[in-house]
């Protein structure tokens, strides 16, 4: 079988595979991909929300598994939900679930995993508390 060659689209640091049929050397994604490099941010434990894996910081959530099971449901910024849907549509999504809500979905296997770990500390910032996140400026 023939795959196409990956495009990708690039937007405030967002790099998205645009082909669902991407070659193996095109490192996507998976929710233990998400749930590694959460880990790696102060603070964060693991949890369920809706009867799915979730992170959480402090007691609260700033991403999940959606129970689909293939796509990420994360924590974001509403200009920035905004941004990123109409930068890479095929990877960033909302229902009308969320459209009044701080959350954008991701679906799993679009989005590349080098372009997580922003994604991850954004939504991470959002919840945290103002001690983890000077914790995590002074390791930086």
């Not at 994604?29 to 009867?51: E, Q, W």
């Not at 809500?101 to 679906?107: N, Q």
Request: with cysteine; glycine share 4%.
């Amino acid at each position: 079988m023939a795959t196409r060659p990956v495009t990708r689209q690039r937007k405030r640091g967002v790099s998205v595979a645009r082909s669902r049929h991407a070659p193996a050397a095109t490192a996507l994604t998976s929710f233990d991909d998400i749930r590694k490099i959460a880990h790696a941010l102060p603070g964060v434990v693991d949890g369920t929300s809706y009867g799915t894996p979730a992170l959480k910081v402090g007691g609260k959530l700033f991403a999940r598994l959606h129970q689909s099971m293939d796509c990420i449901v994360l924590r974001c910024e509403l200009l920035d939900r905004e941004i990123l849907m109409q930068s890479a549509p095929d990877a960033f999504f909302i229902t009308d679930h969320y459209r009044d809500y701080p959350w954008i979905l991701l679906r799993l296997g679009v989005v590349e995993k080098r372009v997580l770990p922003e994604l991850i500390e954004r939504a991470w910032r959002l919840v945290a508390s103002k001690t983890l996140i000077k914790k995590l400026n002074n390791e930086c």
